[in-house]
Nanobody, 120 residues
Framework: QVQLVESGGGLVQAGGSLRLSCAASGSIFSIGAMGWYRQAPGKQRELVAEITSGGSTNLVGSVKGRFTISRDNAKNTVYLQMNSLKPEDTAVYYC??????????????WGQGTQVTVSS
């Protein structure tokens, strides 16, 4: 009933930029923390960045200074601005959000994933 739809992935050269978006829709009362994860081939999924409903952020050390996470609560959307991309950033990126449902209760939901490929 709740869906997270991602967009913005693609193929870029090292040093380039991409902006990922993830919009939540459905029977949503409110949204708590939102975040971005990535999974490279043969690797475990890892947390890249997260942002609380109040705007506090946390980023994995390897992307600090290059990536920025933000959100637009009016649009139920979280963004990941990725600058100075490196080949090691290549992965499928997934958004995640804690959704407080209109019908009650809360759960974490995942986006469908979007491929980011950085060529050297």
């Amino acid at each position: 009933q709740v869906q997270l739809v991602e967009s913005g992935g693609g193929l870029v050269q090292a040093g380039g930029s991409l902006r990922l978006s993830c919009a939540a829709s459905g029977s949503i009362f409110s949204i708590g923390a939102m975040g971005w994860y990535r999974q490279a081939p043969g690797k475990q999924r890892e947390l890249v960045a997260e942002i609380t409903s109040g705007g506090s952020t946390n980023l994995v050390g390897s992307v600090k200074g290059r990536f920025t996470i933000s959100r637009d609560n009016a649009k139920n959307t979280v963004y990941l601005q990725m600058n100075s991309l490196k080949p090691e950033d290549t992965a499928v990126y997934y958004c995640n959000a804690k959704i407080i449902r209109v019908v009650g209760g809360s759960s974490f939901y995942w986006g469908q994933g979007t491929q980011v490929t950085v060529s050297s």
